[in-house]
């Protein structure tokens, strides 16, 4: 049985720094994407940042980007979000997926022809952890 389980939110200052940990059981990390969601009430989930077990490729959301690190304990089974620098806009509840491989290779073209991410659908999810940055 697949089980993500989610901790390390709580309520910060902006400009302060969280660490988010990911613990995975059930779902070997070999060939493996796990990636971090965020949801505030009223607005769609985003995909924040995902990374390849394999390799340890990461991949960000253009407003993380610079300030939220994706990385892993593949002996602990554990990925971790660590977000610096936060503002209120990141203010969510924090949810971490995991899927195949497949899900860490989407990506769009973008009007420079550069690759960009897409995050999509994943099928496993945890419960959350709640991120609240306060101006």
């Known amino acids: 049985q697949v089980k993500l389980v989610e901790s390390g939110g709580g309520s910060v200052q902006a400009g302060e720094s969280l660490r988010l940990s990911c613990r995975v059981s059930?779902?070997?990390?070999?060939?493996?994407?796990t990636a971090w969601f965020r949801q505030y009430p009223g607005k769609a989930r985003e995909g924040v940042a995902r990374?390849?077990?394999?390799?340890?490729?990461?991949d960000y959301a253009d407003s993380v980007k610079g300030r939220f690190t994706i990385s892993q304990d593949n002996t602990e089974n554990t990925v971790y979000l660590q977000m610096d620098n936060l503002k209120p806009e990141d203010t969510g509840m924090y949810y971490c997926?995991?899927?195949?491989?497949?899900?860490?290779?989407?990506?769009?073209?973008?009007?420079?022809?550069?690759?960009?991410?897409?995050?999509?659908?994943?099928?496993?999810w945890g419960q959350g952890t709640q991120v609240t940055v306060s101006s």
């Open positions: 997926a995991a899927d195949g491989e497949f899900a860490c290779f989407r990506v769009t073209a973008t009007d420079t022809g550069l690759a960009k991410p897409v995050f999509g659908d994943f099928g496993a």
């Open positions: 059930g779902y070997p990390s070999g060939n493996r994407c």
């Open positions: 990374i390849y077990t394999t390799n340890g490729h990461s």
